[in-house]
């Protein structure tokens, strides 16, 4: 009837109906095209500026991105222009460029502001074809080193992403993450993502961290600053610098954190280190401020993978703390599939403390890096070269730093050739010029299993210390322990497959190191085109170079619960060599092998060589526990023992077995959510409850209705 209220229950399940409706149309929508929806969303908050000429000049209003929209002055909207808009704007922006400008070079005024993004949420994308190779170019020719011009873009807030840009000849650093003025206090930067641009200049390429302080006037102490959920992907780096640089305690800073970082898919060539990952510490020459010193900053869940790094100095460089600074610590990182190219030193270097602030000749009392940590690191799947050094350099501290630790580290499945030096070297304490000894350092926890080492000097190496003649103080009571070496190949060195050192010294004072629960296992040992060659293995306690005639001294180092099994061992001089001392100047010093079984060894080598002393060496002890069985029938190998070493034949009961490969630690996810998919994830739990619903409206409005009849 005209006028009268329709009933509630038809009112309720008319409204329920509706709503079910709209519910399938938003499967519709989100299901069938889910980027519909959050496109629709974000066009109605971005703001999006574009770029129409290439000048870097300022004639519009730049107060807001609206002001510029309205009046952008007589020659349209600049690069600097938009750049300037948007920092003065609250919320999300992106910055984009006309397609007339595809190939355009913009250059960078030498009197100009550095390029700031300041207020974040913003997005500058050069790429405008979308090929993922960048169209436009920032060239900053015209600035100079320590200029504002000599500086790229200086990203110093979050959620930004900087794409497909070309930016060369910056004499500073091409693109910054960094903190805006000397007093970054407790800053957050987050989010934000460096993805496809490529970089050619002689400075540096990308930075990431209090570095960037170095173009500030003074370089701040840093305190509470973190950064974290970055991504450095799919970048070309040719630079005459660093490649990539991420140091978020330069020259000072407590408490700071770096956190979920993803390095991949980059090419660097650089002249200097190609990817410098450190928490604090570097060469202050510029900076007018005592040696550095930083306390109890941390960087965790790092993930470096897929990276071709071509470098003059070191390919990658992991430190926790540089030239002084203490309580730095570094956790859970993993390097995966990266091809390691070094022309000098090292293609990989992992140190807890490297040197001191007299390495620099900083003034002041000399400062060191002591207690720091890398822990958790896993080394996988990387292929290494290194034509004028070592390919991997893994150490707990030198120059007299004390306290570091390394545990739980795990070089797995790499491959690695071409390599003037080691191809895998481990060292708990090096020396270096200081004014005490490199000592109570400990690495506790190494996996070195699957490899392939090739055209090396030296296959794999482990040193409990390194007491070289330059200068250093004797290193004491460093300590090596839980080191499993098993199942790599290694062939064709110039004089050792496998290599353990406790001590080694050039000058006398060494003294009290220790190598404990070493495990050699699986190992295949051979030599093809330097047939008759070196030694397969080499077990020593203390070791003085120069024979007869050296000069220097080591002592009371143990080398102790070692097990060498199953191992195949051709072609080379000596199987394995045991000797408790080598070298004049070596004096006791002793090792211990619990287990010495199961090897495969070729009839043209000598098996196994124990002695006591060697090459001058007095008061050493070298000790076989258990013997030596041959499981092949290609020779019966023998046991010779040219001094008082003592040799045991008797079986010993012991646990033999060799842990499997722990799992890789998971990496973090820094990549953008999709909204629009995430909207939609909760929509079959809103239909059933809006189905249940409406089913229930229908039975009320029906019953309800049938009541009526009946009551007529």
Same mark, same amino acid.
């Given at each position: 009837m005209l006028g009268q209220a329709t009933p509630y229950p038809y009112q309720f399940t008319r409204v329920l109906l509706s709503a079910l409706i709209s519910l399938f149309l938003l499967f519709?929508?989100?299901?069938?095209?889910?980027?519909?929806?959050? *496109?629709?969303?974000?066009?109605?908050?971005?703001?999006?500026?574009?770029?129409?000429?290439?000048?870097?000049?300022?004639?519009? #209003?730049?107060?807001?991105?609206?002001?510029?929209?309205?009046?952008?002055?007589?020659?349209?909207?600049?690069?600097?222009e938009a750049l300037l808009a948007a920092g003065h704007t609250k919320g999300p922006k992106s910055i984009t460029f006309a397609s007339q400008l595809a190939g355009s070079t913009i250059a960078i005024q030498p009197k100009g502001d550095i390029l700031f993004l300041s207020s974040g949420d913003l997005t500058i994308?050069?790429?405008? #074809?979308?090929?993922?190779?960048?169209?436009?170019?920032?060239?900053?020719?015209?600035?100079?080193?320590? &200029?504002?011009?000599? +500086?790229?873009?200086?990203?110093?807030?979050?959620?930004?992403?900087?794409?497909?840009?070309?930016?060369?000849? %910056?004499?500073? &650093?091409?693109?910054?993450?960094?903190?805006?003025?000397?007093?970054?206090?407790?800053?957050?930067?987050?989010?934000?993502?460096?993805?496809?641009?490529?970089?050619?200049?002689?400075?540096?390429?990308?930075?990431?961290?209090?570095?960037?302080?170095? %173009?500030?006037?003074?370089?701040?102490?840093?305190?509470?600053?973190?950064?974290?959920?970055?991504?450095?992907?799919?970048?070309? =780096?040719?630079?005459?610098?660093?490649?990539?640089?991420?140091?978020?305690?330069?020259?000072?800073?407590?408490? +700071? *954190?770096?956190?979920?970082?993803?390095?991949?898919?980059?090419?660097?060539?650089?002249?200097?280190?190609g990817l410098n990952l450190g928490l604090t510490g570097n060469k202050p020459t510029r900076l007018p401020v005592p040696a550095p010193v930083s306390n109890n900053n941390v960087g965790e869940d790092i993930l470096v993978q897929d990276n071709t790094i071509d470098s003059q100095s070191t390919g990658i460089f992991l430190v926790a703390s540089v030239g002084g600074g203490s309580r730095n610590h570094f956790r859970h990182i993993t390097l995966r599939g990266n091809h390691l190219i070094s022309h000098a030193e090292v293609a990989l270097a992992v140190i807890s403390a490297d040197t001191n602030s007299a390495y620099f000749d900083i003034p002041g009392p000399t400062q060191y890096s002591d207690q720091n940590s890398i822990e958790d690191l896993t080394i996988v799947s990387n292929q290494v070269e290194a034509k004028q050094g070592f390919a991997i350099h893994i150490a707990a501290a030198n120059y007299g730093n004390q306290g570091n630790l390394l545990k739980d580290i795990h070089v797995l499945d790499n491959t690695i050739s071409n390599v003037k030096m080691t191809g895998i070297l481990l060292s708990a304490g090096n020396s270096g010029k200081a004014d005490r000894g490199t000592q109570d350092n400990l690495i506790d926890g190494v996996e070195i299993r699957g490899n392939q080492v090739s055209d090396t000097w030296k296959g794999i190496q482990l040193f409990g210390s390194f007491l070289g003649n330059d200068g250093g103080l004797p290193t004491r009571h460093n300590i090596m322990q839980n080191v499993q070496v098993? @199942? #790599?190949?290694?062939?064709? %060195?110039?004089?050792?497959?496998?290599?353990?050192?406790?001590?080694?010294?050039? +000058?006398?004072?060494?003294?009290?190191?220790?190598?404990?629960?070493?495990?050699?296992?699986?190992?295949? =040992?051979?030599?093809?085109?330097?047939?008759?060659?070196?030694?397969?293995?080499?077990? +020593?306690?203390? %070791?003085?170079?120069?024979?007869?005639?050296?000069?220097?001294?080591?002592?009371?180092?143990?080398?102790?619960?070692?097990?060498?099994?199953?191992?195949?061992?051709?072609?080379?001089?000596?199987?394995? *060599?045991?000797?408790?001392?080598?070298?004049?100047?070596?004096?006791?010093?002793?090792? @211990?092998?619990?287990?010495?079984?199961?090897?495969?060894?070729?009839?043209?080598?000598?098996?196994?060589?124990?002695?006591? #002393?060697?090459?001058?060496?007095?008061?050493?002890?070298?000790?076989?526990?258990?013997?030596?069985? &041959?499981? &092949?029938?290609?020779?019966?190998p023998t046991l010779i023992s040219t001094s008082t070493a003592t040799v045991t034949l008797a079986p010993v009961a012991m646990d033999t077995t060799v842990p499997s490969s722990p799992a890789i630690v998971p990496t973090a996810n820094v990549s953008s959510p999709d909204t629009g998919v995430q909207a939609l994830s909760l929509w079959p739990v809103g239909a059933v409850i809006l189905l249940v619903l409406a089913i229930a409206g229908l039975f009320v409005a029906f019953k309800h209705r049938g009541k009526q009849r009946g009551g007529q």
């Amino acid at each position: 009837m005209l006028g009268q209220a329709t009933p509630y229950p038809y009112q309720f399940t008319r409204v329920l109906l509706s709503a079910l409706i709209s519910l399938f149309l938003l499967f519709d929508t989100g299901v069938r095209n889910p980027s519909r929806l959050a *496109q629709a969303t974000a066009t109605s908050q971005v703001v999006t500026l574009v770029v129409t000429n290439s000048t870097d000049v300022v004639n519009g #209003n730049v107060s807001s991105t609206q002001a510029l929209l309205k009046n952008p002055g007589r020659d349209g909207v600049s690069f600097r222009e938009a750049l300037l808009a948007a920092g003065h704007t609250k919320g999300p922006k992106s910055i984009t460029f006309a397609s007339q400008l595809a190939g355009s070079t913009i250059a960078i005024q030498p009197k100009g502001d550095i390029l700031f993004l300041s207020s974040g949420d913003l997005t500058i994308d050069g790429d405008l #074809n979308g090929d993922g190779k960048p169209d436009i170019t920032l060239d900053g020719q015209l600035g100079k080193s320590g &200029t504002p011009s000599g +500086i790229g873009l200086a990203v110093t807030s979050s959620h930004n992403t900087i794409r497909g840009l070309n930016l060369v000849n %910056f004499h500073g &650093t091409a693109i910054f993450n960094v903190c805006p003025d000397k007093n970054c206090g407790l800053k957050l930067f987050e989010d934000n993502h460096f993805i496809g641009n490529a970089i050619r200049s002689d400075g540096d390429g990308i930075s990431i961290g209090a570095l960037g302080l170095i %173009f500030f006037e003074e370089a701040a102490r840093i305190r509470g600053a973190v950064w974290q959920d970055l991504e450095l992907r799919g970048n070309t =780096i040719q630079v005459g610098g660093i490649g990539i640089s991420i140091n978020p305690a330069f020259a000072g800073g407590s408490q +700071i *954190q770096l956190r979920r970082l993803i390095i991949a898919d980059n090419q660097v060539t650089a002249g200097n280190i190609g990817l410098n990952l450190g928490l604090t510490g570097n060469k202050p020459t510029r900076l007018p401020v005592p040696a550095p010193v930083s306390n109890n900053n941390v960087g965790e869940d790092i993930l470096v993978q897929d990276n071709t790094i071509d470098s003059q100095s070191t390919g990658i460089f992991l430190v926790a703390s540089v030239g002084g600074g203490s309580r730095n610590h570094f956790r859970h990182i993993t390097l995966r599939g990266n091809h390691l190219i070094s022309h000098a030193e090292v293609a990989l270097a992992v140190i807890s403390a490297d040197t001191n602030s007299a390495y620099f000749d900083i003034p002041g009392p000399t400062q060191y890096s002591d207690q720091n940590s890398i822990e958790d690191l896993t080394i996988v799947s990387n292929q290494v070269e290194a034509k004028q050094g070592f390919a991997i350099h893994i150490a707990a501290a030198n120059y007299g730093n004390q306290g570091n630790l390394l545990k739980d580290i795990h070089v797995l499945d790499n491959t690695i050739s071409n390599v003037k030096m080691t191809g895998i070297l481990l060292s708990a304490g090096n020396s270096g010029k200081a004014d005490r000894g490199t000592q109570d350092n400990l690495i506790d926890g190494v996996e070195i299993r699957g490899n392939q080492v090739s055209d090396t000097w030296k296959g794999i190496q482990l040193f409990g210390s390194f007491l070289g003649n330059d200068g250093g103080l004797p290193t004491r009571h460093n300590i090596m322990q839980n080191v499993q070496v098993v @199942e #790599n190949t290694i062939q064709d %060195f110039e004089t050792t497959g496998i290599q353990v050192v406790t001590g080694q010294a050039d +000058i006398p004072g060494q003294a009290d190191l220790a190598i404990n629960l070493l495990t050699l296992q699986g190992n295949h =040992i051979l030599q093809s085109r330097l047939k008759g060659r070196g030694n397969c293995i080499e077990l +020593i306690g203390g %070791f003085v170079p120069g024979g007869e005639t050296a000069s220097g001294g080591t002592s009371a180092n143990h080398l102790s619960g070692v097990q060498v099994l199953e191992n195949s061992l051709e072609n080379c001089s000596v199987g394995v *060599q045991i000797s408790g001392g080598t070298g004049l100047g070596a004096t006791d010093n002793h090792v @211990e092998v619990d287990l010495l079984r199961g090897n495969l060894l070729d009839s043209d080598l000598t098996p196994l060589q124990v002695e006591d #002393n060697m090459d001058g060496a007095t008061g050493n002890q070298a000790l076989v526990k258990a013997g030596l069985e &041959t499981p &092949t029938p290609v020779s019966t190998p023998t046991l010779i023992s040219t001094s008082t070493a003592t040799v045991t034949l008797a079986p010993v009961a012991m646990d033999t077995t060799v842990p499997s490969s722990p799992a890789i630690v998971p990496t973090a996810n820094v990549s953008s959510p999709d909204t629009g998919v995430q909207a939609l994830s909760l929509w079959p739990v809103g239909a059933v409850i809006l189905l249940v619903l409406a089913i229930a409206g229908l039975f009320v409005a029906f019953k309800h209705r049938g009541k009526q009849r009946g009551g007529q």
